[in-house]
């Protein structure tokens, strides 16, 4: 079975640094990936996905992912982040039948 | 593209009732909906999956007469839990997925239900 680990509960990081998430997963094929970001009392928002192809994904505000299959990880990274980007965030690994395995999430706090 | 909607975003009911949930894909038929839910500071749970027509799909212990869903449409499932109790207390969030938007999840806004 499909599984994520986020090894991270919590990051803080000052506001104009770089901030990089860490994410592990386990699954026996081509792993299709995602990045959610989920702001306080709020549903979750699509930041990039790897289905194929290049291995360093573009996403949305700025962040990107890159997969390595090597080490079975898809970190996300963004170069600067901003007050905005203070939430949680979701690594997820889809398995054939569609469904989301989600990892337990990264609280990201930004201190000004 | 690709907005989910929720309603109503949070509902307050009264222990023994039935409460009712809307998830609607509004720029896309969604093939198939998926019902999570989640507890504070936790990840998400899957529920349930359904799909246009069809009965949906529960997760190993989630009891399916307790939370009923309905994907009438391609643009709607609803979630009923029925004969709320406090422990059903919980943020419950809906996905949508077309082959037209790869398979992709895009989730709802949540509704927060509080059961008294």
């Known amino acids: 079975a499909q599984s994520v680990t986020q090894p991270d509960i919590h990051i803080t990081v000052s506001e104009g640094a770089s901030l990089e998430l860490r994410c592990n997963y386990s699954?026996?094929?081509?792993?299709?990936l995602f990045w959610y970001v989920q702001s306080p009392g709020q549903g979750l928002q699509l930041l990039l996905k790897?289905?194929?192809?290049?291995?360093l994904v573009q996403g949305i505000k700025g962040f990107e992912a890159e997969f390595k299959r090597s080490q079975s990880s898809f970190n996300l990274r963004k170069p600067s982040v901003h007050w905005s980007d203070a939430a949680e965030y979701f690594c997820?690994?889809?398995?054939?039948?569609?469904?989301?395995?989600f990892g337990a999430g990264t609280t990201v706090t930004v201190r000004a | 593209g690709a907005v989910v909607s929720q309603h109503p975003s949070w509902v307050i009911c009264k222990s023994g009732t039935s409460v009712k949930i809307e998830c609607r894909s509004l720029?896309?038929?969604?093939?198939?909906m998926f019902w999570y839910r989640q507890f504070p500071k936790q990840s998400l749970m899957l529920m349930a999956t359904?799909?246009?027509?069809?009965?949906?799909?529960?997760e190993q212990g989630v009891e399916k007469d307790k939370f009923l869903i309905n994907h009438a449409s391609l643009t709607l499932s609803t979630l009923t839990v029925t004969s709320a109790h406090p422990e059903d207390s919980s943020f419950y969030i809906c996905?949508?997925?077309?082959?037209?938007?790869?398979?992709?999840?895009?989730f709802g806004p949540g509704t927060r239900l509080t059961v008294l």
């Open positions: 996905s949508a997925s077309s082959e037209r938007e790869g398979d992709t999840q895009y």
């Open positions: 699954y026996g094929a081509t792993p299709y």
């Open positions: 790897y289905f194929s192809g290049d291995t």
């Open positions: 997820a690994v889809r398995s054939n039948d569609y469904k989301l395995s």
């Open positions: 720029d896309f038929q969604a093939t198939t």
């Open positions: 359904s799909n246009e027509g069809s009965k949906a799909t529960y």
